[in-house]
Nanobody
Framework: QVQLVESGGGLVQAGGSLRLSCAAS????????MGWFRQAPGKERNFVAT????????NYADSVKGRFTISRDNAKNTVYLQLNSLKPEDTAVYYC????????????????WGQGTQVTVSS
């Protein structure tokens, strides 16, 4: 089993930055693809970004390209999401997920999910 715990969310003004962290425990996730998803109030959960197990390839939703950066440190069993140039529409609960298969993760079917961290962007 893998436990994922997100942190780093908070309230920030538009144009600001945050860095989210997702710490994994229970098992190393160095061979797992990792990803970030978000869910705004009253909306479904949507893909934000994914990263391959070795960190060599990343993928982003069009809405966050050029503003968000996903990275990972396998030695620390942690994945990060740097959020820059934040907009009010980025307000959501951000979830971390892990799966052995990138293809499953990309479609939102990860084996393991965290509880989420709230990001609120004020205008």
């Amino acid at each position: 089993q893998v436990q994922l715990v997100e942190s780093g969310g908070g309230l920030v003004q538009a144009g600001g930055s945050l860095r989210l962290s997702c710490a994994a425990s229970g098992r190393t996730v160095s061979r797992y693809a990792m990803g970030w998803f978000r869910q705004a109030p009253g909306k479904e959960r949507n893909f934000v970004a994914t990263i391959t197990s070795d960190g060599g390839n990343t993928n982003y939703a069009d809405s966050v390209k050029g503003r968000f950066t996903i990275s990972r440190d396998n030695a620390k069993n942690t994945v990060y999401l740097q959020l820059n140039s934040l907009k009010p529409e980025d307000t959501a609960v951000y979830y971390c997920a892990a799966d052995p298969l990138l293809s499953r993760l990309t479609t939102g079917h990860g084996d393991y999910w965290g509880q989420g961290t709230q990001v609120t962007v004020s205008s």
